[in-house]
């Protein structure tokens, strides 16, 4: 029993021994075919890093004012006979917006205009008669002096009737309307706003040291969020004299045509001033750019480096990624400006940018290359 118990185990551990040794030179197999095996190549877009010509600007936020704007109000107290306007509506220089209760100063006007042609007479009859020294001189003094009161007296009361008349006092747009027909007004009480929409103002802020680089007349360029993919240019009418000693900032003026009046009194806009002399700049998409809080970084496209014959299984080399840190400028529209770390000609990859790694290979395809403008303009659906 001894004898076929060992020579059993024997057997076991012969069939244990070749089932390993066939294992092992399979695993061994494994590992050398993975050895020479290479990943294929990623596919990607690319773009040169180009040199261009950007205009300067000076940014900065600002705000819309109308170049006349009030808000009419009553000058004297009286009760409110007659509207005259429409809420919202354009108006002229001039016309007729809310008239008040003149009946008592219309009454006493025709006996005003009676007392100063009774004065003017009797001032005519004294001129005459002093001619031929009738009268004494304090009697032509006094016929003058009662002359001029009837005729101020008249003045005066044609005046209130004017201020209880109230008329735009320029040509514009009317805002909401405050007051109601048969209701008794005082003196400041509003009565509706009126604003000269175009052309507008644009009033913003810029450094002191900026100062020099400014004059009127430079082009402004105003973009704001109520009208998305839109700017409007106009031109710079006043550089503020004094500077704000608070802040050391400079207010600037400028003047914009808006003849749709789409931007409206009170709007906040971003602002950009124009300088004369533009600058020479290497760009890149934005896409291009890996950013990081370590620092930001894109990948060169390259010819790989000279390097020992590849297994014949192997894929060819092709191009290879390298990673390069970069310093970035301003950003306009789907490009990015490249302070340093890269040189006009090199070529970026364009997209994915987030999957890629350094020394990586890669085969180029343009295909697919998204269209990369520095004004995009978003299409209407």
Request: aromatic share 4%; proline share 7%; glycine share 8%.
């Amino acid at each position: 029993m001894k004898k076929r118990f060992f020579i059993a185990f024997i057997g076991v551990l012969a069939v244990a021994g070749i089932l390993a040794g066939i294992k092992t030179l399979q695993i061994n197999k494994m590992v050398a075919q993975s050895a020479g095996a290479h990943p294929p190549p990623e596919p990607v877009t690319t773009a040169q890093v180009a040199a261009d010509s950007w205009e300067s600007r000076l940014t900065a936020v600002g705000s819309l004012s109308a170049v006349q704007g009030v808000t009419v109000a009553a000058e004297l107290s009286g009760k409110v006979t007659k509207i005259a306007f429409e809420p919202g509506t354009k108006v002229a220089a001039g016309d007729l917006l809310v008239r008040q209760d003149t009946s008592a100063e219309e009454a006493l006007l025709p006996g005003a205009e009676a007392a100063v042609a009774l004065a003017r007479t009797v001032l005519n009859r004294a001129r005459e008669l002093l001619a031929d020294q009738a009268v004494s001189q304090a009697e032509m003094d006094a016929a003058l002096a009662n002359y001029q009161k009837a005729l101020a007296d008249e003045k005066n009361l044609r005046a209130t009737i004017a201020k209880k008349t109230i008329r735009a006092p320029f040509a514009g747009r009317l805002g909401i309307r405050q007051v109601n027909l048969g209701q008794m007004l005082e003196a400041g009480n509003e009565i509706v706003t009126l604003q000269a929409l175009d052309p507008v103002f644009v009033d913003f802020l810029l450094p002191q040291q900026d100062l020099n680089r400014l004059a009127t007349g430079m082009v402004v360029r105003v973009a704001t969020n109520a009208l998305p993919g839109k700017v409007v240019e106009g031109r710079i009418t006043t550089i503020n004299p004094k500077v704000e000693e608070t802040t050391r900032n400079i207010k600037i003026q400028g003047t914009i045509s808006n003849p749709g009046e789409q931007l409206r009194p009170g709007m906040y806009v971003d602002v950009a001033v124009v300088l004369p002399n533009p600058r020479d700049v290497l760009v890149i998409p934005v896409t291009s750019v890996l950013y990081a809080p370590y620092g930001d970084s894109v990948f060169v496209v390259e010819a790989p480096k000279e390097q020992a014959p590849q297994p014949q299984e192997g894929p060819p080399a092709g191009k290879v990624l390298r990673q390069q840190f970069v310093h970035l400028g301003e950003k306009r529209g789907d490009f990015v400006e490249i302070l340093s770390g890269l040189q006009a000609g090199e070529t970026v990859v364009t997209t994915g940018v987030f999957k890629l790694r350094n020394g990586q290979a890669v085969v180029v395809d343009n295909s697919l290359q998204p269209d990369f403008k520095l004004n995009p303009r978003p299409e209407n659906n």
